[in-house]
């Protein structure tokens, strides 16, 4: 004669606690080893982000030095050139390894292996994506880190506590936007030949075609105009006001544009738009591929 078990609620609940969702922390244990392999590759071969530290250094003193001497009142009331260059060259830095961010998957799809995670029963494929999106953030930070620090030694000052976490959201923002279309150009180009010759066209026209360097007030009329056009302006002129003025709000003005005055408020929205749009851009190209 056969009798049915039927479980007690508190052995129920117990199984329950047990189980929890298992999708979500799949997910979360897929991006954690696959973000800890990346930087297990930094750890054995750190020379890429040594050279991220000390390049950004070196622009700091080499251009303060040469322009220590430029006319009184360019770049603003009382303010030296190393102070109105630390901003531009935080969000340089933060661009340049975004911009970089699509190697690594690049490498992996010559070398073979995203192959095998595409076959592996992963939870999410997206995994791969948000764990080279971690990787690089964090690195992104640690060099913000840095040139704040050698900033400050240089006599540029810091903002006060909630400056510097404006800072890192500016930094933040921007990365998520660049890291972002440079995945979607890693899965798009045929090899990293052609993403390096990408990375280098882009880098420089950027950076000239920005405030990062000069006042848009320095420049000609068409360049002012290109120069607003570029969402580096948009995270560069934020950060160089929070330095330069303690008593900043979302309502000031940071930027005089060709067409009218942006606010920090404005600035911020635009490279949150920035963000959406590169989101946009790559998501269907990251469905095929990774489907």
């Known amino acids: 004669m056969s009798t049915t078990f039927t479980p007690s609620k508190t052995e129920l609940n117990k199984r329950t606690e047990i189980q929890p969702n298992s999708a979500l922390s799949d997910f979360l244990q897929e991006t954690g080893a696959l973000t800890r392999r990346l930087f297990i590759q930094l750890q054995r071969r750190p020379s890429t982000l040594i050279a991220g530290i000390i390049q950004p250094i070196m622009w700091l003193v080499l251009f303060g030095a040469l322009f220590q001497n430029a006319p009184q009142g360019l770049f603003g009331t009382d303010v030296t050139y190393g102070q109105f260059l630390g901003a531009g060259v935080i969000v340089f830095t933060a661009f340049?390894?975004?911009?970089?961010?699509?190697?690594?998957?690049?490498?992996?799809?010559?070398f073979g292996f995203l192959n095998r995670l595409l076959v592996a029963p992963l939870a999410s494929r997206f995994s791969i994506v948000v764990a080279s999106a971690i990787f690089i953030t964090t690195l992104s930070f640690i060099q913000t880190v840095a040139i704040v620090t050698m900033s400050a030694l240089l006599g540029a000052g810091l903002p006060n506590t909630l400056g510097l976490g404006l800072v890192g959201l500016i930094v933040l923002l921007l990365v998520l936007g660049v890291t972002a279309l440079s995945l979607g150009l890693s899965f798009s180009l045929p090899g990293h030949i052609e993403l390096i010759a990408v990375i280098f066209v882009t880098n420089l026209p950027l950076l000239f075609a920005s405030t990062a360097l000069v006042p848009l007030s320095f420049m000609p009329l068409w360049l002012q105009w290109v120069a607003t056009l570029n969402p580096l302006s948009y995270a560069?002129?934020?950060?160089?006001?929070?330095?330069?003025?303690?008593?900043?709000?979302?309502?000031?003005?940071?930027?005089?544009?060709?067409?009218?005055?942006?606010?920090?408020?404005?600035?911020?929205?635009l490279l949150l738009s920035f963000d959406v749009v590169a989101l946009l851009i790559i998501q269907p190209k990251l469905r095929r591929t990774l489907a």
């Open 96 to 110: 340049g390894g975004a911009l970089n961010a699509g190697l690594p998957v690049m490498f992996d799809r010559e």
């Open 236 to 269: 560069i002129e934020p950060i160089r006001y929070v330095y330069l003025h303690s008593d900043w709000s979302l309502s000031s003005i940071v930027m005089q544009a060709p067409w009218g005055s942006v606010t920090l408020g404005a600035a911020l929205l």
